[in-house]
């Protein structure tokens, strides 16, 4: 028998109070809107509909803190939420537009990929990526293309990686594990010595990984305070 780590289990529940105070920040059409860089950010990235909202909620524990829905492409435009004290957030989380949908009409959809694109590649403050993949369909090219792109902050650990493989309360036991072993060796080949990847299933139903996930932005948000201002 393990005997529960009474540590670990502060930590835990610290980093859930810390993460159920995610709260509405602000809504930016234009990079140029954002706030200036100061607070770590964490970007939600995924295809549409791949359940970056959703997370967000499950991981606010607030039902409708971003906006959620069936209808693909329903971010549209980059949100904004503060976490941790209400006085002095330390981080901040932002759920971006989802990349993929053929439905978006075809001008707005190109203004989007580079708004989504600039912003990944250009925002100082971005310092931890959560990338949310349907674990019933893996890694799609624009995924990989996403990657890529990133390649250079990644590698060099500027900007840390967490792939949760989402809607796993929608696949079998073992084609979850199958889905983890596959996204798995797609991180490895982008692991370098100074990378920081991770990767977990995650259902923001079931509530399956959000401890984990939670403990995870907790982490990176300490860490950068930990940091000296640059
Ligand atoms: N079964 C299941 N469905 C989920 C889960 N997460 C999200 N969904 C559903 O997937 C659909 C899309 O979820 P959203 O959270 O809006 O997805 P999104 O990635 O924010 O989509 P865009 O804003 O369009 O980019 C909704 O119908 C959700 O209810 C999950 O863990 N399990
Ligand atoms: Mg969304």
């Given at each position: 028998m393990t005997m529960p780590d009474p540590h670990?289990?502060?930590?835990?529940?610290?980093?859930?109070?810390?993460?159920?105070?995610?709260?509405?920040?602000?809504?930016?059409?234009?990079?140029?809107?954002?706030?200036?860089?100061?607070l770590p950010e964490t970007a939600f990235v995924g295809r549409s509909n791949a359940g970056k909202s959703s997370a967000i909620n499950a991981l606010a524990q607030h039902k409708r803190l971003a906006?959620?829905?069936?209808?693909?492409?329903?971010?549209q435009h980059i949100n904004l939420f503060h976490v941790g004290p209400r006085d002095a957030p330390d981080a901040i989380w932002v759920d971006l537009p989802g990349y993929g949908f053929a439905a978006v009409e075809r001008e707005a959809k190109k203004r989007w990929q580079a708004v989504v694109a600039?912003?990944?590649?250009?925002?100082?403050?971005?310092?931890?990526l959560v990338m949310?993949?349907?674990?019933?369909?893996?890694?799609?090219?624009?995924?990989?293309?996403?990657?890529?792109y990133l390649?250079?902050?990644?590698?060099?650990?500027?900007?840390?990686?967490?792939?949760?493989l989402t809607k796993a309360d929608k696949v079998a036991r073992r084609d979850a594990q199958r889905a983890l072993d596959?996204?798995?060796?797609?991180?490895?080949?982008?692991?370098?010595?100074?990378?920081?990847?991770?990767?977990t299933l995650f259902?923001?139903?079931?509530?399956?990984g959000v401890d984990d996930v939670a403990l995870t932005l907790h982490s990176w948000a300490a860490q950068h305070s930990a940091q000296p201002p640059a």
């Open positions: 670990a289990a502060a930590s835990n529940q610290a980093a859930l109070a810390w993460a159920h105070s995610a709260r509405f920040a602000l809504t930016a059409s234009r990079l140029h809107e954002l706030p200036e860089a100061g906006f959620a829905s069936k209808t693909p492409g329903r971010t600039d912003y990944l590649v250009q925002r100082h403050s971005l310092a931890g949310l993949v349907d674990a019933r369909l893996g890694f799609t090219e624009l995924d990989r293309q996403l990657l890529g390649w250079p902050r990644l590698a060099s650990g500027e900007v840390k990686l967490l792939v949760l596959m996204a798995q060796r797609v991180l490895a080949e982008l692991a370098s010595e100074h990378s920081d990847i991770g990767v259902s923001a139903h079931s509530g399956q």
